[in-house]
């Protein structure tokens, strides 16, 4: 069973507009964390974001700001002003805390396009 | 700043070759993941190690092997490959500790005639 998903394929936006994207993931440990990644057009991959599970607050880094719906499984991505630039794949990953056990499961990605 | 290498960056290989990557990092990093990306889709785990000379396998070892002969590298051989294997390998690491996003490294393509 696919541990992280994300449902939107691709999304196109014009730029300097606000975009979501969503994940929503399963576990049963009590402890998790959630991230979300960039993979630009060279294949570059960025860490952009982490959310703790135990934190009520959403992260925010930038220009990038995390819905954290617990009761919902779901981390939704959140980019306001987009630039050109932030054109690229997108993955929600998660790790689950209790175990220590180091697997990542990632998403299979969000495709966005901004348009100037 | 600390950089994770990744050699070669492209890869040919013969179909039943027995083919390695190699990734190196200097962040210090306790654990190394070795990752597979096929064309559109997500990142599924090959193998991880948590230590030198530690290994575990992810959900796609098979037809896998890897190795931690260093803390600092982290080697993954591709058993025989598979006529018109096309993918990315994408090497990261980590500080250990659940919370601890890794890294990536700019990974290696890999083509099977």
């Known amino acids: 069973a696919q541990k992280v998903t994300q449902t939107q394929t691709s999304i196109s936006v014009v730029e300097k507009t606000t975009v979501t994207m969503d994940c929503v993931y399963e576990?049963?440990?009590?402890?998790?964390?959630l991230f979300w990644y960039k993979q630009t057009a060279s294949g570059e991959i960025v860490f952009l974001i982490r959310?703790?599970?135990?934190?009520?607050e959403n992260a925010t880094v930038g220009h990038y700001s995390l819905n954290f719906q617990k009761p919902k499984s779901s981390i939704g991505l959140i980019i306001t002003a987009t630039q050109i630039e932030d054109s690229a794949v997108y993955f929600c990953?998660?790790?689950?805390?209790?175990?220590?056990?180091?697997?990542?499961?990632f998403g299979k990605g969000t495709s966005l396009t901004v348009i100037p | 700043g600390g950089i994770i290498t990744q050699t070669p960056k492209f890869l040919i290989g013969q179909e039943g070759q027995k083919l390695t990557l190699k990734c190196q990092q200097n962040?210090?990093?306790?654990?190394m993941y070795w990752y597979r990306q096929d064309s559109g889709k997500g990142l599924r785990l090959i193998y991880y190690?948590?230590?030198?000379?530690?290994?575990q396998k992810g959900d796609l070892s098979e037809g896998y092997d890897a190795s931690r002969e260093k803390k600092s590298s982290f080697s993954l051989t591709v058993t025989s490959a598979q006529k018109n294997e096309m993918a990315v390998f994408l090497c990261?690491?980590?500080?250990?500790?659940?919370?601890?996003?890794?890294?990536f490294g700019e990974g290696t393509r890999l083509s099977v005639l």
């Open positions: 576990t049963r440990d009590s402890s998790y964390f």
């Open positions: 962040f210090n990093h306790d654990t």
């Open positions: 190690s948590i230590t030198e000379n530690d290994l």
């Open positions: 959310q703790d599970s135990y934190k009520k």
């Open positions: 990953a998660m790790r689950e805390g209790d175990t220590g056990y180091q697997n990542f499961y």
């Open positions: 990261a690491s980590s500080i250990g500790g659940s919370n601890q996003a890794p890294l």
